[in-house]
């Protein structure tokens, strides 16, 4: 049974009723790892009917009080090594994962599923997202530029794609500029409140004896984190970049796809293009990896020209070392 959510009404939360949480219960997978609570969702899914009821009355009073409790905000990291890293002891080759109560992450999926539908509603995430998104995935990404590359090779012009990566997003992801992203996309004000209770005061625990305040980030492995990300790089997506210009993400990966008939006008467009980049980084207190940034021009000409750029704040020269004919 679905519940309506409704955003004309913005000084009232919608309670949930015992279907909506014992589907939501149901759902969840029962061998996850617990957060600093122990609690197994295999626990929590074996004893529903005795739960239910209590987990019930917890969380609508956190809806009625847009309150996300502090122990539900407390994460045991653990680090993974990233796939095609070696174990070289540098931190830029692991992920660091968030385990939190699991009781808690039952209450995201309930506050995700509403969030999920205004989204839905109201268009709050790009077309031009591909990452996290139901329905869209990496191929679908690829599809999109690969048409534009072939149309430009039809209509004789170049293609210059850059690609992007914002360093540490998820851990970097500035908390008022999320939720001044939602308050700008209307969010109703009682669920604008619990967000901001749920990014508020979180800290981190790494062995028994490193403990931090979170000041930012979107904790991976939280059930929100993926959605608040969305938000977070929406506006950049959503940027007027001109005819000649076509943007588009997955996840945290943007790539900027140029057409041109020759390469001065791709370089210059290119130029544009950063310093947008820049001031959207800049407000937004994040910074694009240059060590991860590629340049790849497509043509049709058997002799491929050097692309020349400047890259942001750095200003550092980028060789095309990438062409494909």
Known sequence: MKQKISSENQDKME????????????SIKPMKAPGPDGIMNFTI???????????????????????????????NIIVILKKGKTNDGNPGSYRPISLLSNIGKIFERIIMNRLDKLSLDNCWVSKRQFGFCKGKSTIDAVDNMVSVIEKNKEEKKFTLCLFFYIKGAFDNAWHPGILKKLKDKKCPIQLLRLMKSFLSDRTVSYGKDVS????????????????????????????????NCTIQAYADDVTVILTGKNILFLENLAEKRFQKFEVWAAENKLTFDQRKTEVVLFTNKHKVPVVNLFFLEEKKLIYNKKSVT
Not at 15 to 26: G, H, R, S
Not at 51 to 60: A, V
Not at 223 to 243: K, Q, R, T, V, Y
């Open 45 to 75: 899914k074996k004893n529903i009917n005795v739960l239910s009821p209590t987990l019930l009355k917890l969380f609508n009073s956190c809806l009625k009080t847009s309150y996300f409790p502090v122990l539900w905000k407390q994460a």
């Open 15 to 26: 309670l949930i009723n015992m279907e909506i949480l014992q589907d939501v219960i149901k």
């Open 212 to 243: 931090r305040k979170l000041e930012k980030s979107c904790p991976q492995g939280s059930i929100l984190s993926p959605f608040l990300w969305l938000i977070n790089i929406n506006d950049l997506l959503e940027m007027d970049f001109g005819e």
